[in-house]
């Protein structure tokens, strides 16, 4: 019980940090939770993510 503060500040930084979004997302403008990525024209999205027809962005689909 004397170290239920550290897991407890450990469980806190860990999520915190896990749901920022990975290098070239950001937050989608519709919906803040996801991190997306503009797809170009004639191109595929970047790996780990998907084309959104509903947002017209690549969605990083890895997070957890």
């Known amino acids: 019980m004397k170290f239920l503060w ?4 450990f469980a806190f ?3 915190f940090a896990a749901s920022e979004c990975p290098e ?3 937050p989608a403008p519709t919906e ?6 503009p797809r170009p024209v004639h191109g ?6 998907r084309y959104d027809v509903s947002t017209g962005l690549c969605i990083y689909v890895a997070r957890g």
């Not at 550290?6 to 500040?9: G, K, P, S, T, V």
């Not at 803040?32 to 990525?37: D, K, Q």
Request: hydrophobic share 45%; glycine share 14%; with cysteine.
């Open 32 to 37: 803040p939770t996801l991190c997306g990525a």
């Open 6 to 9: 550290f897991f407890a500040l």
């Open 44 to 49: 595929t999205c970047p790996p780990l993510s």
């Open 13 to 15: 930084l860990f999520g």
């Open 24 to 26: 070239g997302f950001s």
